[in-house]
């Protein structure tokens, strides 16, 4: 009874640490990076994962808003290729490590999280002016 308590145990334990390690395939990256990498990223997915009002007020030209809040964020991102590279943000990057590790565990190969948000964004533009 015991060698097969201990067979689960370690079964279990190599499949949470093959979790944890999917997880760790996000990158946060600082905006001045992060626009390097989607420029030359060619067919990616990019989705601004804040609410509509948050969207309307400014965004990233070309990405998509996808509220992680959405009842219906699954059925959007399952839609979309898995192979290619994901370009999210929120406003502070305080979602979109949540919504990087979902990505993952849906089988995206590669997320790339905008470091500080799009308030990191906004405030390295103001700065480069």
Known sequence: MRAASFVLL??????????YRKSEKAVQLPPAEYLQQLAEA???HRLDIRTPMEYRKGHLEGFA??????FSFGKQ???LD??????IYCATAHRSPLVARALLRRGFEEVIDLAGGYK???KSQEAGR
Not at 10 to 19: G, P, R
């Open 65 to 70: 808003n996808v509220n992680y809040l959405s």
């Open 42 to 44: 060619g067919e990616a």
């Open 10 to 19: 370690l079964c279990t334990a190599t499949a949470c640490s093959s979790i």
């Open 82 to 87: 898995r192979d290619r590279p994901v370009f």
């Open 77 to 79: 991102v399952d839609s």
């Open 120 to 122: 990191a964004y906004r």
